[in-house]
């Protein structure tokens, strides 16, 4: 702390807003001070007198022993000596310097989540992290497929175009191009341009994504226990996820290292990057120093509300000067806020060559139940009680058509997705009808998808998911109306989408409408417009408090989770020690974590079902939702989930 208040020298108001800036620093990640400020005449004190005193004697020996060093030299030792007992306040309003209040943020958080991480470091040993693994992505090459000698072509103009210096830049590359094998590549080249490099970050909008992004890069690293995978689920390294995953109790406690990403690669959620950067909670901010010397892969970038990019991409860029981060931005469909940055992408005629192998044809439609047959195929509708409907009208010609959402239990989702896979080896024909839960991320390919009318940025990343290696001719995306309720999109983004979608013809002809499909939104959203502004104007005034209520409300948008409840559905022959394990007088987040292979969303608050009788009352005393044990089939169906409370009479 010293070494941040003795570098401001010259007038009092100079002096004055660095002192307040290291004061509100203290304050912050000072619990027992929170806790003591408010009492009367604490400033008076004799307890904060000897507190000071104290500090003083050590700076003092700190001085003696280091100022002479190379690194302490320059500093205002003198200067801070003299004032350090100065009286001080902790009445401060913060005030962003007016040429860059980015800068200001960004500095502010960097000197916050350092005092976090020396604070919280300090009862450990500290390993300095230097990124070494070797990936081997050869084995990520499908050498059968058609598509991988243009899937090489678009890989090595990627790479050879890449602007490596360039605090950030953005990858636009077309869905099943490769992108993963990109990235891998990407980061072998930056270890051997950097020597300081320290950790690799991914970041991916789902859950999925990132699993996927996991088990292919466990194909190729050296060594896969230098890989933390970090999400509201689980913290730990691959090979505890997989030991985590096959039923056995993951029992850690709170790691250090883990929890301040300070580990080689880290596998993470795009949620996770605007926590770090933006939330004030210490658990959340002390994760934002260990962004030093790394680089940063953004996936899906299209994903991120549009009205925070100019504000993010600042802050990026910031943390290029502050910390040396790197990142790099990753989409198939790149919004026109994004324009602005370097792009690197495949030149013209393999990007046509590609899209031309890749051609999917489209065609429009009001739904029909009778259009669907078997296949592999694919039916998504935009909320799950469409998808529960549609499911119940198709599984009266087809019984064993398959069933996803977020009210099926991770569990179940995995036996699910490897059922389909089998299937595809075998070559066996089925129907799988879903949210948007298999939109991005599974490894599946499907020979016919029907799409509910959606933004055109997620069609074409469904359009990921349909004949993925060009072997079948008669692929085809068929998208279809069902009402007219626009949520859970911009009724915006879907208008514009609509008259673009009704009269597509092929797969090609929506990549090219992208562009001024973006354009459109940027320039008639006069929503995003006002939360661009009052995003700036929160951090212009360096207002923590309300800019990461801001992010909390329109970002982090909980409001659909907020309608619904989380319940526990374990086997009945499990159920007697799930409960006394939610007995325990106090539950960590690892017992959470434990927990989330068979949580499932309600698609309502338990309130709104009517409900509430059929959960144990003693587990329901600390609001958890764990259903009677003879209770288990009635809440949860072995199909449908929990959406099986979205169909009448079901």
Known sequence: MANYLVISTGSDDAYNKRTNKIVTLIYGHHSKLQRSVGEKDFMKSEKFKDTQQRMITNLERFCHLYSERSQFSPLSWNNCLARFSDPISFEIELKANSNDPVNDFLEMSVA???????????????????????????????????????????????????EYDNPVVVINAPTGSGKTKVFLDLINEYRSKYKNLERIFYFSPL??????????????????????????LFSGSIEEKKTFESGQVFDSQWIFENESFNRPFIITTTQRLLITIFSNNQADKLKLASFRNSLLI????????????????????????????????????????LQSIPSMQPSNETRKSYLDLTKKR?????????????????????????????????????PDTLYLSSGVRKKDKIRILSQIHQNEQSNIQFILVST????????????????????LDSIIQVMGRLNREAEDNNAKLILYEYGNEYKPYSKLELTLSEEILK??????????????????????????????????????????????????????????????????????????????????????????????????????????????????????EKNILLPKKERLNQVYDGILGTDKWLIPAY
Not at 365 to 390: C, E, F, H, P
Not at 436 to 455: C, K, M, W, Y
């Open 298 to 337: 953004v996936d899906e970038v299209q994903t991120i509300p549009k009205y925070i990019l100019k504000s993010l991409v600042h802050i990026l860029k910031s943390m290029y000067q502050f910390l040396s981060t790197r990142t790099i931005l990753v989409s198939a469909t790149i919004p026109h806020e």
């Open 503 to 620: 009269r597509a013809n092929d797969s090609t002809e929506l990549y090219s409408s992208l562009p001024r499909y973006y354009e459109s939104i940027s320039e008639r959203n006069n929503l995003y417009k006002q939360f661009s502004r009052e995003l700036d104007d929160h951090i212009a005034k360096l207002n923590f408090d309300l800019i990461w209520e801001f992010i909390n409300n329109h970002v982090l948008d909980k409001s659909l989770e907020n309608e619904r409840d989380t319940v526990l559905i374990p086997e009945v022959e499990e159920w007697e020690g799930i409960k006394q394990r939610l007995m325990k007088t106090r539950l960590t987040k690892t017992d959470y974590r434990a927990f989330s292979n068979i949580s499932a969303s309600l698609p309502k608050k338990v309130y709104d079902l009517g409900i509430q009788d059929y959960f144990d009352a003693d587990v329901f």
């Open 112 to 162: 916050f989540s350092s005092l976090l991480q020396a604070d919280r470091g300090s009862f450990s040993d500290w390993n300095k992290t230097n990124y070494n693994l070797e990936l081997d992505t050869s084995k990520l090459i499908n050498t059968g497929s058609k598509l991988s000698s243009i899937r090489d072509v678009i890989q090595r103009q990627l790479l050879s175009g890449l």
């Open 362 to 398: 489209v065609s429009f439609q009001y739904w029909s139940d009778k259009d669907v047959s078997k296949g592999k195929t694919l039916v998504m509708a935009n909320t799950r009680r469409k998808a529960a409907n549609i499911f119940k009208t198709i599984q009266k010609r087809f």
């Open 207 to 232: 859950l999925a994504l990132t699993e996927d992004f996991e088990e292919k890069l466990a194909k190729t690293v050296s060594d896969v226990n230098e890989v933390l995978i970090y999400n509201h």
């Open 436 to 455: 948007q839960a298999v939109e991005a991320g599974v490894d599946l390919s499907f020979s016919h998808i029907f799409r509910e009318i959606a933004p």
